[in-house]
């Protein structure tokens, strides 16, 4: 005994040796925390602020420069004396400090509490938040931040940005999860050059940035050609130089208006990078791929409502149509309003007018007779009415910038709020749009998007029409085209000439959201229709071409269009790799790996996207149809039940409970894959094909009246779907129903006459009709 206990000390203090020795080494090869590196043409701040010293002092203590900065005395606003925070979810932090260092005590990734150092301060006003230093060369952002606002204004405490919500370690969620990642969600807008040196093979970051906040150079491009520029050329150089002239990439004056807004939305916009850097100068969609006003981002009418920021609601604005740009409103180097109050709108909004915009009426805006207030009032001032805010990060009001007439006429056809009932709390929207009518005596109500996009997203068949138009309606802003081009793609054949019309759209957004809506169709239509927007101007849109036509590499293709296609994939995969640190953008990979033959490197991703966050149901039913693809069901119904088991609502739920629904069906669990597919169409009753499939099995299992109900429900949702109408046509011949069968095959035949298949069912049933009439 005493043997082996002096053995298993020695191995013991051998490992411990042996530990100490690698480490250093260890150490030196885990990816470092995010770094200050100079490239790519940029310059220290100090060589701007030299020449440039107003700008410089009024951009001190803006938004810009508070946008990440080191854990210091004078930049750490919160109360770190000690204080534990602790909330009736059961999250629970402690934040104290050691000497001249902050720290926090929480919940680490092991699920064990631990004192973690802060390294970073995030943004100050109305919150701060804080980031912390993780292996993998993360920094994570705690989900308890402190309320700066005054206290008298409910601030000065440290609070859950997830109220009622506890995540745990395992969700992406907790504060060491994916989705409070730094390096992925934040960073990009809240440094200046900032590469992300994501390595998707660790998933592990190497980033760097060349200003740690905002600075001069994150809006003006880098300054090295500048500097040498104004160096060569002394304090008094010639006026009227165009930017390029003075080394600048980035042209303010000129530019035009929509150039400027671009510039800003870069990080001012709800958007998906290109992964290549912030393109300073050039084209937004050279850059990044902005949303369209899709479901769950917007309301359909245009308002924000998830955390889309300012572009996606101002380029749909009349004041963005008739020129007017950020900096009208804003000081760009302090980020401050140009004037409090009504004053600022009334820098136009006078009787006076503004000579820029000569359109413009000329009356007294600020006034009772406009706006039905008492001066001075809360429904007296003008952002209240036409700028209304919403919380976000529960105490950051952010106001949308569609600077819209306030219409809740609207609000029963587009299920979009109301400023007015939003203060006249406890009204109805019906309510307030008379009080406007005895107001203004009948005013002019014209028809509004929302309401196209409304029905369109509640798949209304009877809004095809409309919703064609809307797409091609030039009067109409760019985003709002191309959101009707998004919703237009669940319409499928109806609106195919639509789609095609809008990939000459003169907005490159409409292009690329056409082209989107159009990669189902088949090979050679696809072919014919989108390899002429391999040359388009925008990347945005050549990236989503080379996507669409990835599969047809080995189809026969004209030389140009294969040499196009090849240069354009070689470029794209690395860069969808090197930002593939998000499950989207992992799933993106994989699905383009998928795309181009390679089942196994796409496996790879798709799993790799569970693991960043295991509640991703794109990855999961992806994943499913590609083992399922493989006849490896055995491996598919575990990820299945695993995702289902995580209790997914909406269209997680729908997404993975179909699934299941067809492969349960596949392996002839008629009954089992029922229940799953009827609790798919219970949670998307919106998709006509759960509807299909559901009635299909039913009517195998011999449950003709629910079968038929199930049809029925997604025949409403798509009046002309041939295979729906094929289908009640064959189950009510099936059940002895024939005059209903005819009707439904007469239907078929007027859609597609020259069908042979549904021409056999009609004379069939008409055979069989005949026969069994008395």
């Not at 230093?133 to 008298?152: C, I, N, Y």
């Not at 912030?278 to 955390?307: C, F, K, N, V």
């Not at 036409?386 to 600077?403: E, I, S, T």
Request: aromatic residues 8%; contains cysteine; hydrophobic residues 40%.
């Amino acid at each position: 005994m005493r043997v082996r206990k002096n053995t298993s000390r020695w191995w013991r203090n051998e490992w411990l040796a042996l530990w100490l020795l690698l480490l250093p080494m260890l150490a030196l090869a885990a990816p470092p925390a995010p770094q200050p590196k100079l490239a790519d043409g940029y310059v220290e701040q100090t060589r701007c602020s030299g020449c440039h010293a107003a700008a410089a002092a009024a951009w001190a203590g803006s938004h810009h420069s508070w946008s990440l900065r080191a854990a210091t005395a004078g930049n750490v606003l919160g109360d770190f004396a000690d204080v534990e925070y602790r909330d009736e979810a059961g999250v629970s932090m402690r934040f104290f400090r050691r000497g001249e260092r902050f720290f926090v005590q929480a919940e680490g990734e092991d699920g064990q509490s631990a004192d973690f150092p802060i390294a970073y301060t995030f943004g100050f006003f109305p919150l701060q938040q804080y980031l912390i230093e993780r292996p993998g060369g993360r920094l994570q952002s705690l989900t308890v931040a402190w309320d700066s606002r005054p206290r008298e204004a409910g601030g000065q405490r440290w609070f859950s940005l997830y109220p009622g919500q506890r995540f745990t370690p395992d969700d992406a969620l907790h504060w060491t999860g994916r989705y409070q990642n730094w390096n992925a969600m934040c960073a990009d807008c809240h440094s200046g050059n900032l590469r992300k040196g994501y390595d998707p093979a660790s998933d592990s970051f190497r980033t760097t940035w060349s200003e740690m906040a905002v600075g001069c150079q994150s809006c003006h491009g880098p300054g090295e050609r500048h500097v040498a520029w104004a160096e060569q050329r002394g304090a008094q150089p010639p006026s009227g130089l165009k930017a390029a002239d003075m080394g600048l990439a980035v042209d303010f004056r000129g530019g035009g208006h929509g150039y400027e807004v671009e510039q800003c939305a870069r990080c001012h916009s709800r958007r998906e990078s290109l992964g290549v850097g912030s393109a300073p100068g050039r084209p937004l969609l050279d850059a990044m791929r902005p949303t369209a006003l899709s479901a769950g981002l917007y309301h359909a009418d245009g308002q924000i409502l998830d955390e889309v920021f300012e572009y996606g609601s101002f380029v749909q604005s009349r004041m963005f149509a008739m020129g007017v740009t950020c900096r009208d409103c804003h000081e760009p180097h302090s980020t401050s309003l140009r004037a409090e109050g009504n004053a600022l709108c009334a820098g136009c909004h006078n009787p006076q007018g503004n000579p820029r915009f000569p359109s413009l009426q000329k009356k007294r805006y600020d006034d009772p007779s406009h706006h039905f207030h008492p001066a001075g009032s809360p429904g007296a001032q003008c952002v209240n009415c036409h700028a209304p805010a919403r919380n976000y990060m529960v105490v950051d009001a952010r106001r949308d910038h569609g600077f819209r007439i306030p219409r809740p006429d609207l609000a029963a056809s587009s299920a979009a709020p109301d400023a007015c009932t939003a203060c006249h709390q406890g009204r109805e929207p019906a309510w307030a749009a008379q009080v406007i009518e005895e107001k203004l005596g009948q005013p002019q109500r014209p028809p509004h998007y929302g309401t196209v996009l409304a029905a369109a997203r509640r798949h209304d068949p009877q809004v095809v029409g409309e919703l064609a138009r809307l797409i091609e309606d030039r009067t109409r802003p760019a985003i709002v085209r191309a959101s009707a081009a998004e919703l237009a793609a669940g319409y499928g054949a109806p609106l195919v000439d639509g789609l095609q019309r809008a990939l000459g759209d003169a907005g490159a957004q409409v292009r690329m959201t056409a082209l989107r809506g159009l990669e189902g169709l088949p090979a050679e239509q696809r072919l014919a229709r989108l390899a002429p927007l391999l040359d388009d101007p925008s990347l945005a849109v050549r990236d989503q071409a080379a996507r669409a036509l990835a599969d047809l590499r080995g189809a026969p293709l004209g030389e140009d269009v294969r040499t196009r296609l090849d240069a354009l994939l070689a470029e794209l995969e690395p860069r969808l790799a090197a930002n593939a640190d998000l499950p989207g953008a992992r799933l993106n990979l994989a699905v383009l790996r998928e795309r181009l033959g390679r089942p196994a490197e796409a496996e790879a991703d798709y799993r790799m996207a569970l693991r960043q966050d295991a509640r991703f149901a794109p990855a999961r039913v992806n994943l499913v149809q590609l083992l399922a693809g493989q006849q490896r069901l055995a491996e598919a119904e575990p990820l299945l039940r695993a995702g289902l088991a995580l209790a997914p609502q909406g269209d997680a739920l729908a997404d993975q409970a179909y699934a299941l629904g067809l492969l349960l069906a596949q392996r002839g669990e008629d009954a089992e894959a029922a229940d799953w597919l009827r609790r798919a169409a219970d949670a998307a009753p919106q998709r006509a094909r759960v509807h299909y499939n559901l009635g299909l099995l039913l009517g195998r299992l011999g449950r003709i009246d629910e079968a038929s109900a199930a049809l029925l429900r997604g025949l409403e949702l798509a009046s002309e779907d041939r295979d729906l109408l094929y289908a009640l046509a064959h189950l009510n011949y099936r059940a002895g129903r024939y005059p209903l069968a005819l009707g439904y095959s007469e239907r078929l035949l007027r859609l597609q006459p020259q069908e042979a298949a549904y021409r056999r069912l009609h004379q069939r049933i008409l055979r069989e009709s005949r026969q069994a009439a008395p």
